[in-house]
């Protein structure tokens, strides 16, 4: 497959493109916000890696600009803790994120979830969408957990279901907000927080496993795909 990988520090994009060809992408190699919209257009990778902070523009603005018609991958680099820069950049479209300093399993993980699931979406989709002992059935309406059924209310099915959307993917906060509760909720993060905490309990079978939806500090939530 083929990466476009966008980043302005020299040590660093060396850095990700010998891991990258490593396991055994091609990569293509832009210095600047300008150059990987032009090399992303003639080339037309699978994914691409982006950087926050770049020469000409910011990543953020580069993230608006590709979405209009890239529907592939967005993978952002992003200085540790920056929150702010998390959010914002998933909100503008981002499939994901890592943060400075970051290791080459985790950068390799993140990017084969992130085309893995722009793969099943390009495919026709499935009556019920399964990972390890979560079960989410829309048609009927119904969500199970090692084959029981768990009972949730209409709020938190409509919060599961969008998680399950975009399963594998962060969705920030002001997302399932506006999901679910509409525009003039976005704020209410403590009131959606509340209602997480209950659906990760329901689902959750017993405390010998781990949970299917992990919770990104101060960005959002992320159901796990197995």
């Not at 967005?74 to 994120?97: F, M």
């Not at 209310?153 to 920030?172: F, I, N, P, R, W």
């Amino acid at each position: 497959m083929k990466i476009l990988l966008i980043e302005d520090e020299v040590s660093i994009r060396r850095f990700l493109k010998i891991s990258l060809e490593g396991a055994t992408y091609q990569v293509i190699e832009a210095s600047s916000g300008a150059e990987g919209l032009s090399l992303a257009a003639s080339h037309q990778p699978d994914a691409i890696i982006l950087d926050i902070g770049l020469p000409d523009t910011t990543g953020f603005q580069l993230i608006s600009e590709l979405r209009e018609w890239f529907n592939r991958p967005i993978v952002v680099l992003t200085v540790q803790d920056q929150e702010e820069d998390k959010v914002k950049a998933l909100d503008l479209g981002a499939d994901d994120y890592l943060t400075k300093p970051f290791g080459v399993p985790e950068l390799l993980a993140r990017l084969r979830a992130s085309l893995r699931r722009s793969q099943s979406e390009h495919e026709p989709s499935v009556p019920v969408f399964r990972s390890g002992q979560f079960e989410f059935d829309k048609a009927a309406h119904v969500v199970k957990m090692n084959g029981e059924e768990v009972h949730l209310t209409s709020t938190e099915y409509d919060l599961v279901a969008v998680l399950v959307k975009h399963a594998g993917k962060v969705v920030t906060h002001r997302m399932l907000l506006n999901a679910v509760w509409g525009p003039n909720s976005v704020e209410h993060v403590q009131y959606l927080r509340v209602y997480m905490g209950q659906i990760r309990k329901k689902l959750k079978v017993n405390e010998a496993h781990s949970e299917i939806i992990s919770t990104e500090p101060g960005v959002g939530y992320r159901l796990l795909i197995e």
